[in-house]
C-alpha cells in the first residue's frame, strides 16, 4: 500500500516546512497535531515523472482556512523566521465553495517558494438523487480516496511517513496498466456526479490512457445521461471540452465521445429536436482523424505527404489556431444542418445551428460561437472559391508548373477578405466537412485540390490579404467626389481595395480613385436614393 518518492529539493524544503507547522500546532491548547498529505494529481504526475507546481494539501483534523492562519502565525515566530529566511509570509485567499463550478469544499490557496499551494481538510461526500452536489463533512484518508473520480487521482503521499499510499488498492496498478477507473461502483460513481464521465475522458486523453471496461459500459449507460442532463449544467461540460481540445490528445478526446455515443448529448441544441443527420454523425470519425493527421504532418516524398504538409504549413502556420480548428471540428456533424427560415420577410437570418449547439451546449463564448458561425455560413462559398482555380488545368504543389492565368487575384483576395481573419480555419473546416463527406478513395485528390489551391493564395501573396488596408480613407473620397454623405463609402474604399488586388504593384492614391470613380459614383448614385 506504501512506496517512497525522490522529492526535489524546493519539495523536501516544503514538507520538512509544513511539518513543522503542524508539530507547531500540536503544542497550542484546543489543537491536536494535524496529519498532513498531499493529495491528487502531483502524486499521480511525481509517479510519472511529470513535474508540477500545483500542491494540494489535504488536512485531516481542520480546515485549510485554519491551517493557513496558524501557519501564518508560525512564520511571525522568530525562530521560524531565522529557520526559513526565504519563505516570506504568504498572503491566504479563501476559495468560498461553488458547486455549480465543480468546487463543492471551501478551500484556501497560498503561494510558497513559488509553488501553488491549496489547503484543505480530507473529506466525505454524500450525494442525494437530485443533485451533483454532496453533503460534505470531515472524513478519514480512505474516505477521501474513495471519494475521487479515479484512481491514479486518489493516491496520496504522507508527508509523515515519506510514502505515498494507495487507499484505494488500485493505484499503481492502473497506472501502470494505464487505465481510468473509478474507485467505487462506476455506475454509482457516474450517477452521483455525471460530470465525472467527461472527466474520466480528460484525463484518458490527457495521459494516454484507456478507460476500464466496465466504466465504459456504465459511462454509456442511458441513466447515466438523464442524470447527466439533470444535475450538469452546460458551464460544466463546456469547461471540461474547452480542457480536452486544449489537451495533448483531442483526438482522443473526440474519439472516446464518438465511440460511446456521447456525440448529441454534449455537442447539442438543449430542448430541441434539431440534431445531425445520422450519416453525418457515423462520418465524424473521418473528419477528427484527418485533423489529427494534418497537426502531426511531417514532410515525406510521397504525393499525399506533401499535399497534407502544403496545407499544414499555410493553414497551420499559427499554433493558436490549433485549438480553434478542433473546437471546429467537433460540429463538422452539423455543417449541412440549415438554419430556420426567418420569420418574416427581411428578417435577420437565425444563427447557423452548428453556432447554436455551440452556444447552447457547451456555452461557447461568442468569439467561438461567431468562429464556428462564420465556418458554417462561408462553407460553400469556400468550396466554389476552390474549384475556380483547380477544376481547370493539373493540379499541383509545385510553384513551376503552377497556372495562374485564369485565376483572378481579384476575386480570390475579396473572398478571404468576407471570410475574415479566421479564414485558415473555416477553410480547416471545409475541408474536414468534405473529407468526412467523401470516399476515402478520393481523399488523395481532395488534398491536392486544396493544397493546389492555397499554394496558389500563397504565390498570389493573398495569405495575409485580411490585413490590406485601403490606399485612401473616406475623408478622401469624400472630398474627391464632394459629398457629405457616408452610407457609400465602405462599399467604395473595398472598390479601392479590389482595384489594389488587380494592381499589387501601384500605391498611387490618386490613379485608383480615377480609374475607379464610374463605380464609386455609383455608389454614391445607389445610397442617394
Not at 35 to 41: E, S, V
Not at 281 to 309: C, G
Request: include cysteine; aromatic fraction near 8%; charged fraction near 30%.
Amino acid at each position: 500500500m506504501q512506496k517512497p518518492i525522490a522529492l526535489s529539493e524546493q519539495e523536501a524544503t516544503l514538507r520538512q516546512f509544513l511539518l513543522d507547522i503542524s508539530d507547531y500546532i500540536g503544542t497550542l491548547d484546543g489543537y491536536s497535531r494535524p496529519k498532513l498529505r498531499i493529495t491528487g494529481g502531483w502524486v499521480r504526475d511525481k509517479l510519472l515523472g511529470v513535474g508540477s507546481k500545483d500542491i494540494d494539501i489535504g488536512i485531516d483534523s481542520m480546515t485549510g482556512y485554519n491551517f493557513g492562519t496558524l501557519m501564518k502565525e508560525y512564520l511571525e515566530q522568530p525562530d521560524t523566521q531565522a529557520k526559513y529566511p526565504h519563505i516570506e509570509l504568504p498572503k491566504l485567499a479563501k476559495i468560498p465553495a461553488n458547486p455549480d463550478k465543480s468546487k463543492h469544499l471551501e478551500t484556501t490557496t497560498i503561494k510558497i517558494m513559488g509553488l501553488d499551494i491549496d489547503l484543505v481538510n480530507l473529506r466525505k461526500e454524500t450525494y442525494t438523487e437530485d443533485s451533483r452536489n454532496p453533503q460534505m463533512e470531515f472524513g478519514s484518508p480512505e474516505d477521501d480516496a474513495l471519494r475521487r473520480d479515479a484512481t491514479v487521482n486518489a493516491m496520496f503521499y504522507n508527508l509523515d511517513e515519506s510514502e505515498i499510499e494507495d487507499f484505494t488498492g488500485r493505484g499503481f496498478k492502473d497506472i501502470e496498466r494505464g487505465v481510468i477507473k473509478t474507485p467505487l461502483s462506476p455506475y454509482q460513481t457516474f450517477k452521483d456526479d455525471p460530470l465525472r464521465v467527461l472527466r474520466a475522458i480528460r484525463f484518458a486523453s490527457r495521459l494516454g490512457y484507456s478507460i476500464d471496461a466496465e466504466d465504459e459500459r456504465a459511462m454509456s449507460d442511458s441513466g447515466i445521461w438523464e442524470e447527466f442532463k439533470l444535475k450538469i449544467t452546460r458551464e460544466r461540460v463546456g469547461v471540461e471540452i474547452t480542457k480536452m481540445l486544449q489537451g495533448p490528445n483531442p483526438r482522443q478526446a473526440l474519439h472516446l465521445i464518438d465511440r460511446l455515443g456521447l456525440y448529441q448529448t454534449i455537442f447539442t441544441i438543449p430542448d430541441s429536436d434539431v440534431s445531425p443527420p445520422a450519416m453525418a454523425l457515423s462520418n465524424w470519425r473521418k473528419a477528427y482523424d484527418q485533423l489529427e493527421a494534418f497537426v502531426n504532418a511531417e514532410p515525406k516524398e510521397s504525393d499525399t505527404h506533401i499535399a497534407m504538409t502544403t496545407i499544414k504549413s499555410i493553414l497551420l502556420s499559427n499554433p493558436e489556431d490549433v485549438y480553434r480548428m478542433w473546437l471546429l471540428c467537433a460540429f463538422v456533424p452539423w455543417a449541412r444542418v440549415a438554419p430556420a427560415a426567418p420569420k418574416k420577410p427581411g428578417a435577420k437570418s437565425a444563427s447557423t445551428p452548428a453556432a447554436t449547439a455551440a452556444q447552447k451546449g457547451i456555452k461557447a463564448d461568442n468569439t467561438s460561437k461567431d468562429l464556428i458561425e462564420n465556418a458554417v455560413t462561408h462553407l460553400e462559398n469556400i468550396i466554389q472559391v476552390r474549384l475556380a482555380v483547380t477544376k481547370e488545368g493539373p493540379m499541383t504543389t509545385n510553384p513551376l508548373k503552377r497556372k495562374q492565368e485564369n485565376v483572378s487575384r481579384e476575386e480570390q483576395g475579396l473572398s478571404i477578405r468576407k471570410w475574415g481573419s479566421n479564414w485558415r480555419c473555416s477553410v480547416m473546416y471545409a475541408i474536414l466537412t468534405e473529407i468526412s463527406e467523401s470516399d476515402p478513395a478520393e481523399n488523395h485528390e481532395l488534398l491536392e485540390s486544396y493544397a493546389h489551391w492555397l499554394s496558389t493564395l500563397k504565390d498570389m501573396d493573398l495569405l495575409e490579404v485580411y490585413k490590406l488596408k485601403p490606399l485612401v480613407k473616406g475623408d478622401q473620397l469624400a472630398k474627391a467626389f464632394d459629398t457629405k454623405s457616408v452610407k457609400w463609402r465602405s462599399e467604395a474604399l473595398e472598390r479601392i481595395v479590389a482595384w489594389q488586388l488587380r494592381n499589387p504593384d501601384s500605391s498611387d492614391p490618386e490613379l485608383a480613385i480615377e480609374e475607379e470613380k464610374e463605380n464609386i459614383r455609383a455608389l454614391i448614385e445607389k445610397y442617394s436614393a
